[in-house]
């Protein structure tokens, strides 16, 4: 079964760093293309980042700079390392496979960061 | 960038068609993609590529893309069908991803 699992999401100072893990199963990261989508409390879907097959990333305009999305082949796992947090980034992230189309699926359960003091 | 503009709300009877309309530049150049998320969980795809449907989802479920306008109908429409639904394209010029601001469906 093709699964997406995250973690490391938590609670976090503005300004703080945070590391998010996006573990795969039943598929190999290695040969595909994985996103992250992040959901403030209350709004709409908002895309984050990508990394695709060949290694190259993408991010939003709010997040350049700032996230780096990553890959561990040997963990089979994919990463967003998150600094200089702040409160707009406050949120549940979610990660997922990036089809031919450029769609999604399937998506994880998503991991809630809280940027607060 | 890319912006694509649906309606916050439509509400529908049971058994009715729900149309939700998803906006956006000569979006039938693009393919567009829709999600069902009903609160608490992730979103889950319903058609992508304009009128492609995953396995396991129903064929109440369809999509069109012509013009400026994107459209996703939901034929006999079930309670278990109240969710919000967001569309998404893949912006090559800019090479991001770009999402609606999502549709709240209300079935009543």
């Known amino acids: 079964e093709v699964q997406l699992v995250e973690s490391g999401g938590g609670l976090v100072q503005p300004g703080g760093s945070l590391r998010l893990s996006c573990a795969a199963s039943?598929?190999?990261?290695?040969?595909?293309?994985i996103t992250w989508v992040r959901q403030a409390p209350g709004k709409g879907l908002e895309w984050v980042s990508m990394?695709?097959?060949?290694?190259?990333?993408y991010y939003a305009d709010s997040v350049r700079g700032r996230f780096i999305i990553s890959r561990d082949n040997s963990k089979n796992t994919i990463y967003l390392q998150m600094n200089g947090l702040r409160g707009d980034d406050t949120a549940t992230y979610y990660c997922?496979?990036?089809?031919?189309?450029?769609?999604?699926?399937?998506w994880g359960q998503g991991t809630q960061v809280t940027v607060s003091s | 960038s890319y912006v694509l503009t649906q309606p916050p709300s439509v509400s529908v009877a049971p058994g009715q068609t729900a149309r939700i309309t998803c906006g956006g530049n000569?979006?039938?150049?693009?393919?567009v993609h829709w999600y069902q998320q009903k609160p608490g969980q992730a979103p889950v795809l319903v058609v992508h590529?304009?009128?492609d449907r995953p396995s396991g989802i129903p064929e109440r479920f369809s999509g069109s893309n012509y013009g400026n306008t994107a459209t996703l109908s939901i034929s006999r429409v079930e309670a278990g069908d109240e969710a919000d639904y967001y569309c998404?394209?893949?912006?090559?010029?800019?090479?991001?991803?770009?999402f609606g601001g999502g549709t709240q469906l209300t079935v009543l």
């Open positions: 990394i695709y097959r060949a290694g190259s990333t």
């Open positions: 000569e979006i039938a150049t693009k393919r």
């Open positions: 039943g598929f190999s990261v290695n040969g595909n293309y």
């Open positions: 997922a496979r990036i089809w031919f189309g450029h769609y999604f699926d399937p």
């Open positions: 998404q394209v893949w912006d090559s010029r800019s090479d991001q991803e770009i």
């Open positions: 590529d304009d009128d």
